[in-house]
């Protein structure tokens, strides 16, 4: 089985900064896209930024500019570099991956993380 561990969420300060780090590990074949979801009280999951394995990044408008996400592939990791934060940007952030599992033919699989709060005061 694959697991993930997210860490790096918190309180900061509108305008401050936080990067969000998330592992994964165990039985890990190989992981197409990597990416970040937040879900704000009230609100419906959004995507905030994704990126595939060749390294091509996807950001939701509201992050742009402000957010930057990016992996190690060797090491199965995503990270979320988020700077200039709003209190807007409040939510619990999710690491979602999609990645390869060992059947025959293969089959890809999604997988989420426990969620990681940030808080922006104002």
């Known amino acids: 089985q694959v697991q993930l561990v997210e860490s790096g969420g918190g309180l900061v300060q509108a305008g401050g900064s936080l990067r969000l780090s998330c592992a994964a590990s165990?039985?890990?074949?190989?992981?197409?896209?990597m990416g970040w979801f937040r879900q704000a009280p009230g609100k419906q999951r959004e995507l905030v930024a994704s990126?595939?394995?060749?390294?091509?990044?996807n950001y939701a408008d509201t992050v742009k500019g402000r957010f930057a996400i990016s992996r190690d592939n060797a090491k199965n990791t995503v990270l979320l570099q988020m700077n200039s934060l709003k209190p807007e940007d409040t939510a619990v952030y999710y690491c979602?991956?999609?990645?390869?599992?060992?059947?025959?033919?293969?089959?890809?699989?999604?997988?989420w993380g426990q969620g990681t709060q940030v808080t922006v005061s104002s």
């Open positions: 165990g039985s890990v074949v190989s992981i197409n896209s």
């Open positions: 979602n991956i999609v990645h390869r599992v060992p059947t025959i033919p293969p089959t890809y699989t999604t997988l």
């Open positions: 990126i595939t394995s060749g390294g091509s990044a």
